[in-house]
């Protein structure tokens, strides 16, 4: 799938991994829906963008958000349709199973898989339905889907217990997506970031950020948010990437804490 004219929407696209994706679709040439909560932050990065980007308020847990949004991009390039869908939208809260305040409160993790699983479904679903009208490119491509899941899929550590079922969900989901829209010309693809330094890793604790920090084998720092872009783009570049779940982790294997 070639950038350059195409049109895409990245949701939690005003900060973090999702802002470097939409920053680089928009400078190889695509037209980029910024689709986020935070209206603020997700105004400001469409106008430093420029022409090429807009921002759409939208909470993924809200299906006529996400409708509207995936409207919008799908307008911003009006005979090609949407053709790729960035889900980084995500939340990463922190208890225990049962911990000193108690068991883990319900709700806590009722929104992280509303956010971070039923959020990626939901985008998922519309996107592909829109996908499916566009006129397929040559080997039949009608679009590509990329969702964020974690190395804590795998290795969930001491307190993630919501953030790693939420995680695990959306790395399950995607080969059966890539088979079931396989037929329309459709890609799902997955990447499993270790640990980036983003807003979201920002806001913990110093002690487990430096956890966090000393577990990086090589290179012995945090992932650059540009250095998960640039995965982004080769993914929707290369059409042999289906089904899978990439790892983009410095060989990190996260301890307990
Ligand atoms: P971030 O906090 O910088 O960005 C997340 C964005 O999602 C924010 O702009 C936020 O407003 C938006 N968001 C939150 N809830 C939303 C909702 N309901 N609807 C729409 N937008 C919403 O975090 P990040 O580090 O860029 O994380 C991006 C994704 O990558 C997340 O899914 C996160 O779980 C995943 N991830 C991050 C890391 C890391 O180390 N930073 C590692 C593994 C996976």
Redesign the pocket.
């Known amino acids: 799938m070639q950038i350059a004219g195409n049109a895409f929407l990245v949701?939690?696209?005003?900060?973090?991994?999702?802002?470097a994706t939409a920053s680089r679709l928009a400078k190889a040439g695509g037209r980029v829906v910024i689709?986020?909560?935070?209206e603020e932050?997700g105004r400001r990065l469409a106008l430093h963008l420029g022409d090429t980007a807009r921002f759409a308020k939208?909470?993924?847990?809200r299906e006529d958000d996400l409708k509207l949004a995936i409207t919008a991009a799908a307008s911003f390039a009006p005979s090609r349709g949407l053709r790729g869908i960035i889900c980084?939208?995500?939340?990463?809260p922190a208890a225990k199973v049962f911990g000193k305040k108690g068991p883990h409160p319900a709700q806590l993790f009722r929104q992280a898989i509303e956010?971070?699983l039923v959020?990626t479904f939901h985008a998922m679903t519309l996107a592909a339905a829109a996908m499916a009208e566009n006129e397929p490119d040559d080997d039949g491509e009608r679009g590509v889907i990329i969702n964020?899941?974690?190395?804590?899929a795998f290795e969930g550590q001491i307190g993630q217990i919501a953030?790693a079922a939420s995680?695990g969900g959306v790395a399950a989901m995607t080969l059966p997506a890539a088979r079931d829209l396989a037929p329309l010309g459709i890609r799902v693809v997955a990447i499993?970031?270790?640990?980036?330094d983003?807003?979201?890793?920002e806001g913990m604790p110093e002690k487990v950020r430096q956890g966090l920090e000393a577990q990086c084998v090589f290179p012995p720092r945090?992932?650059r948010?540009e250095e998960y872009a640039s995965l982004v783009e080769e993914i929707i570049r290369n059409r042999m990437l289906n089904g899978a779940v990439l790892r983009l982790d410095g060989a990190v294997r996260l301890a307990a804490r």
């Not at 949701?11 to 802002?19: D, H, R």
């Not at 689709?35 to 935070?38: E, F, M, S």
């Not at 983003?198 to 890793?201: G, L, Q, S, W």
Request: hydrophobic share 45%.
């Open positions: 949701t939690g696209g005003a900060s973090g991994l999702g802002e689709a986020d909560v935070n932050a939208a909470d993924v847990t980084c939208a995500g939340i990463a956010i971070n959020g964020t899941a974690s190395v804590a953030y995680k499993a970031p270790g640990v980036f983003t807003p979201m890793v945090l992932g948010a």
